[in-house]
C-alpha cells in the first residue's frame, strides 16, 4: 500500500534559518504530492502540491520538488519567520477517487 | 466564499453521554472525511463517505458514527462506547471522483474534551 515517511520533529530553527523537511513516499504508480500546514489550533491548510515527477510546488516562500528517482518531495524554505511555526504534513493522492495517504507531521518551532 | 465549516469549536462531554459534531460544507464536493488527532500526533481516519448515502469505516471507526443524507453535511456523533473521546477532530471535503490532484479542504476543527 502507499505510505509517506516525514522527519520526525520536533524542528527548532532561529530566525532566518534556512529550512528542510523530510519527506518520502512509496507508491505503486504516480502520485500527486502535497504539503499541509497546520497552526495551532486550527484545521490544515494546503500550502503547495505538485502533480507530476520534476514538478516544483512553490508557495509563501516555500518549495518542494517531486524527485521520482529517490521518492521524495522535501520541503525547504530559505529564511524561516516565527509565524511559520507550526505543524507541517506530507501527503500523497494515488489515482481516482483522491484518497490522500498523509505523514505523521513535522513540528517547527522558529526562535527569534 | 466556498469552504467547510465546523462546529461547535469547542466542546464538552460528559461521560456515557453521545455527542454530534457537526461538518457542512458548500464547495459541492463529493466526498467527505473525518479524521481524530490528539496531541503531538499525527491524523487517524475515522469515516469517510464519497457519495450521498453510503460510508466506510476507516481506521478507527468503533465507538463513532456517521451519516450522509444530503451532500453538504457530515456530522460525526461520538458515542458513550468510544472509550477515550478527548481529541480534536477534523472534517475535511474533497472532489472525490477526481484524478487525485486536487487534494483535501478542511474545517477548522472542534476540540472535543470528556468532563
Known amino acids: 500500500g502507499n505510505s509517506v515517511t516525514q522527519m520526525e520533529g520536533p524542528v527548532t530553527l532561529s530566525e532566518e534559518a534556512f529550512l528542510t523537511i523530510n519527506c518520502t513516499y512509496t507508491a505503486t504508480g504516480y502520485p500527486s504530492l502535497f504539503w499541509y500546514v497546520q497552526y495551532p489550533g486550527e484545521g490544515l491548510q494546503l500550502l503547495l502540491k505538485a502533480t507530476k515527477a520534476d514538478d516544483k510546488g512553490s508557495n509563501k516562500g516555500f518549495e518542494a520538488t517531486y524527485r521520482k528517482e529517490t521518492t521524495s518531495f522535501h520541503l525547504e524554505k530559505g529564511s524561516v519567520q516565527v509565524s511559520d511555526s507550526a505543524v507541517y504534513f506530507c501527503?500523497?493522492?494515488?489515482?481516482?477517487?483522491?484518497?490522500?495517504?498523509f505523514g505523521g507531521g513535522t513540528r517547527l518551532m522558529v526562535k527569534p | 466564499d466556498g469552504g467547510i465549516t465546523q462546529s461547535p469549536k469547542y466542546l464538552f462531554r460528559k461521560e456515557g453521554q453521545n455527542v454530534t459534531l457537526s461538518c457542512e460544507q458548500n464547495?459541492?464536493?463529493?466526498?467527505m472525511y473525518w479524521y481524530r488527532q490528539d496531541p503531538g500526533q499525527g491524523l487517524r481516519l475515522i469515516y469517510y463517505?464519497?457519495?450521498?448515502?453510503?460510508?466506510q469505516k476507516g481506521d478507527i471507526a468503533e465507538g463513532y458514527s456517521v451519516s450522509r443524507e444530503k451532500k453538504e453535511s457530515f456530522p460525526l456523533t461520538v458515542t458513550s462506547a468510544q472509550k477515550n473521546p478527548t481529541a480534536f477532530y477534523l472534517c475535511?471535503?474533497?472532489?472525490?471522483?477526481?484524478?487525485?490532484?486536487?487534494?483535501?479542504?478542511f474545517g477548522s476543527g472542534t476540540r472535543l474534551t470528556v468532563v
Open positions: 463517505s464519497q457519495i450521498v448515502n453510503d460510508f
Open positions: 501527503a500523497l493522492s494515488e489515482g481516482a477517487g483522491n484518497m490522500l495517504t
Open positions: 475535511a471535503s474533497s472532489t472525490g471522483s477526481g484524478t487525485g490532484v486536487e487534494g483535501y479542504t
Open positions: 464547495l459541492n464536493h463529493d466526498a
